[in-house]
Nanobody, 126 residues
C-alpha cells in the first residue's frame, strides 16, 4: 500500500514562494509517475504538474502555472516537490500529491491517479 504525506503549505503574500513536499512510501516510487493537483472551494480538482521518472526532464504543467511552478523529485528520499514562485491569489487551493498509474493526454488527468495524499492548504493573500 502506498501512502503520500504532504507538507509545506501555508499562508503567503502575492508574489511570494512556497515549496511543497510529498513523501511517498514504497520502493515503487522510483518507477512511478508523480503529480500535483489542486482544488479551490467550489471547483473541481484540477491538474497542476506531473513528472515521469523514466524520462529525464519529462514534466508537464497546467497552463495556469507554467513558468511559475516547478515539479521535481528526489528518488533516493522517495520525495516529490512543487516549487511555487510568483504566487497569485488565484493559486489559493488545497494541493494534493498523487501517484499516477500512467500518463497520457486526457481531459481528466485525475482519472489516472491511484493514490492521493491528504492535501495541504495554500493560501495566497493579495
Amino acid at each position: 500500500q502506498v501512502q503520500l504525506v504532504e507538507s509545506g503549505g501555508g499562508l503567503v503574500q502575492a508574489g511570494g514562494s512556497l515549496r511543497l513536499s510529498c513523501a511517498a512510501s514504497g520502493r515503487t516510487f522510483t518507477s512511478n509517475i508523480m503529480g500535483w493537483f489542486r482544488q479551490a472551494p467550489g471547483k473541481e480538482r484540477e491538474f497542476v504538474a506531473v513528472t515521469i521518472n523514466w524520462s529525464v526532464g519529462s514534466t508537464k504543467y497546467a497552463d495556469s502555472v507554467k513558468g511559475r511552478f516547478t515539479i521535481s523529485r528526489e528518488n533516493a528520499k522517495n520525495t516529490v516537490y512543487l516549487q511555487m514562485d510568483s504566487l497569485k491569489p488565484e493559486d489559493t487551493a488545497v494541493y494534493y500529491c498523487a501517484r499516477l498509474r500512467v500518463w497520457y493526454s486526457t481531459n481528466n488527468p485525475a482519472s489516472l491517479v491511484d493514490y492521493w495524499g491528504q492535501g495541504t492548504q495554500v493560501t495566497v493573500s493579495s
